[in-house]
């Protein structure tokens, strides 16, 4: 069992699902509402642990009852919460998302996980024996991003990035990150003057772009590659990112090649879609291989 460890945001998401997405201005009648824990990196932590991981959590909630709720289902689902820490002077992260039209739109209130500092994360990191991988994602502090980047690249600890929400990295945090996944929106604000063939040809091997539905580009060296992805009818789409990295990242921690950790991560990732929730349809190890075999 691999160690992995997710520094990221710790939310409770708030779902709106309508037949419409409302313009501006405007309002429609929605179909249902729902609350349940999200964030991306619990969101990736329940997902590493569901297949197979050790997974520590490093993060903050609120002194309240959101911050309980989210506690709660990290530990039901396995994962460590030694370094998870409530503050009192803000409330918990939240995420406001609305499912229409077959896909989501999302407004992400980083709360509590504004507080994650770079002393705070790099404090855990030094605590933790062991770690085969780091995940870490945008929702928290940009220099806490930065900083964790440059740490696990001076120890030798590998580190994927999912920067996502989408924003600018400066070139070392680029550099000192051993993997990078934006889908194709986080590409172009990432590498704006370049195609997308030109700048996985800059980074082979290290940035991997997901293009939902149509699988994952990287490139190899000498060719780019597109592993493709797995037919579904969605439910939700919410999560299928974080799945995706989450299995990505334990398929590599345990040594697999780079294509057989990206089938791994995409088949995970379109299982999740399956159900309501983020974490709702998220797959246990058994659940992927058997439809891998």
Known sequence: MRNICVIGSCSMDLVVTSDKRPKAGETVLGTSFQTVPGGKGANQAVAAARLGAHVFMVGKVGDDHYGTAILDNLKANGVRTDYMEPVTHKESGTAHIVLAEGDNSIVVVKGANDDITP?????????????????????????????????????????????????????????????????????????????????????????????????????????????????????????????????????????KDIEAALRFANRAASLSVCSFGAQGGMPTRKEVEELLS
């Open 119 to 255: 002393s705070y994360a790099i404090d855990a990191l030094e605590q933790i024996e062991k770690i085969d991988m780091v995940l870490i994602q945008q929702e928290i502090p940009e220099e806490t991003v930065d900083e964790v980047c440059r740490y696990c690249h001076s120890h030798d600890i590998p580190i994927m990035l999912n920067p996502a929400p989408a924003r600018p990295l400066k070139q070392e945090t680029i550099d000192h990150a051993t993997y990078l996944t934006p889908n194709e929106h986080e590409a172009s604000i990432l590498f704006p003057r370049l195609t997308v063939s030109e700048a996985l040809a800059l980074y082979p091997a290290k940035l991997f772009i997901t293009e939902g539905k149509q699988g994952v580009r990287y490139s190899a060296g000498s060719k780019e590659r597109l592993i493709p992805s797995f037919p579904v009818e969605p439910v939700d789409t919410t999560g299928a990112g974080d799945t995706f990295n989450a299995a990505f990242a334990v398929a590599l921690a345990e040594g």
